[in-house]
């Protein structure tokens, strides 16, 4: 054994290649946010969000720049997994296609249920649709190897498609107007990158120099920025040559993920998690979950999410459309359907979206949201804890 290999790693470093140290920082993040958004440093908090940078101001800078980022990796994972990983048979890409649907109905339906009688809360039907993609996969990965890699995988790909959902939705029913040149060019762009890759273009300069061109277009047309993200990441090759489709160690996909393996969680994911999660409490009380717009958010988020992703998971296995990730059973399931009601950022968005002009309905939704992404976080932690851990095996795939 040599020097080099004989020596220990350092207590940084092994923190730093943690799985569960992504997910501390982004917790420690939101925390932080929460303290100083309640404390006498709120003015300044809120005003330096809303602080113009050039176009925008430094909250989109985060949400719609940075965030960018994040799904650019996630959807390079996502793509690696279906090509040579544990999406790469149809039935394993089908189920967090069709949870993600069930996860996006059910809390609907719930949350209309509640509010029937109100038609002033209606509007806000779509706010517990949404799964906090970075919140949730923060709390996942607090778990480590207590939970199969299948599991992970299969909440990236459920939080994803539940994302690219709410952005549909966002565009649908909650944007006055999209800018169709500026999606046209957003289209055109993308179809260079796509001919890029036929081409066999190896070089990643030019899928960057696009993919912000991309992203500028996207904003400009009024679809979410972070999409033009795993537009991109769907573009970049998974070969070292032109003919061969195999995920090798140098190929362009790698490289790109590798660059963005650490600046991601440890920078990116916590900036977003600290302009996001500082939410007032002025004017809350616990008495407020009771009124029927918070408890519609509520309910949607932990009850809603769970059975919308749970029963459609097990339709779909038991009609043999899907099968359950590798190693994982129904107790893993139930824990990871209950973390997809962690509706943070999204659901805010939404929120303020729905109710632009009422403030109070706005902290009523806050209050919702707060409410029931923390019991959905504790909820689903508990029920993986308490499921049997995966094989030696399942760690090392």
């Given amino acids: 054994m040599t020097d080099r290999q004989a020596r220990p790693v350092s207590i940084f470093r092994e923190f730093l290649d943690s799985e569960a140290s992504g997910g501390i920082i982004l917790m420690g993040a939101a925390v932080l946010a929460l303290i100083v958004a309640n404390s006498p440093l709120s003015d300044a908090y809120f005003g330096a969000l809303k602080t113009y940078l050039g176009p925008l101001n430094v909250e989109h800078w985060i949400n719609d720049g940075l965030m960018a980022a994040f799904f650019l990796l996630v959807g390079l994972e996502i793509k690696r ?9 149809w039935p394993r890409r089908a189920l967090p296609g069709i949870a993600a649907v069930g996860g996006m109905v059910v809390p609907a339906l719930i949350y209309v249920a509640i509010n029937s009688d109100n038609p002033q809360a209606l509007p806000g039907w779509a706010i517990p649709t949404a799964t906090d993609i970075a919140f949730a996969l923060g709390v996942l990965s607090l778990l480590g190897n207590r939970v199969p890699a299948s599991l992970k995988v299969f909440l990236t790909a459920l939080a994803i498609i539940d994302d690219l959902g709410a952005v549909i939705i966002i565009a649908l029913f909650y944007t006055s ?6 999606l ?5 762009v993308l179809a260079l ?9 190896l070089n990643l300069i030019p899928y960057v120099v696009l ?6 277009l996207v904003l400009k047309s009024g679809v979410h920025a972070t999409l033009a993200g795993v537009a991109l990441a769907l573009t970049v090759p998974l070969r070292t040559s032109p003919g061969i489709a195999r995920d090798l160690e140098h190929s362009p996909l790698h490289r790109m993920e590798h660059a963005l393996h650490k600046v991601v969680p440890f920078v990116v994911i916590p900036i977003f998690g600290f302009a996001n ?8 009380s616990l008495a407020s979950l009771a009124e029927p717009l918070t408890l519609g958010v509520v309910a949607g988020l932990v009850v809603g999410k769970l059975v919308g992703v749970l029963a459609t998971s097990a339709i779909a296995i038991r009609l043999g459309l899907a099968d359950l990730p590798m190693r994982a059973g129904w107790s893993h399931m139930t824990g990871v359907a209950l973390l997809c009601g962690i509706g943070f950022t999204m659901s805010l968005f939404i929120g303020l979206l729905a109710f632009a002009y009422d403030p109070a309905m706005q902290q009523a939704v ?26 030696v095996e399942d760690d090392d795939e």
Avoid: C, H
């Fill in 184 to 188: 046209a060019g957003a289209a055109a």
């Fill in 177 to 182: 107007g999209l800018a169709l040149p500026y």
């Fill in 277 to 284: 999660a500082g939410v007032s409490f002025a004017g809350m």
């Fill in 366 to 391: 806050k209050l919702g949201i707060l409410a029931g992404s923390l019991l959905a976080a504790l909820l689903g932690t508990a029920v993986l804890l308490m499921s049997p851990r995966p094989t």
């Fill in 81 to 89: 997994e279906m090509l040579d990983g544990q999406l790469s048979t």
């Fill in 211 to 216: 993919g912000v061109a991309l992203w500028v």
């Fill in 193 to 201: 990158l796509i001919v890029l890759n036929r081409m066999g273009v």
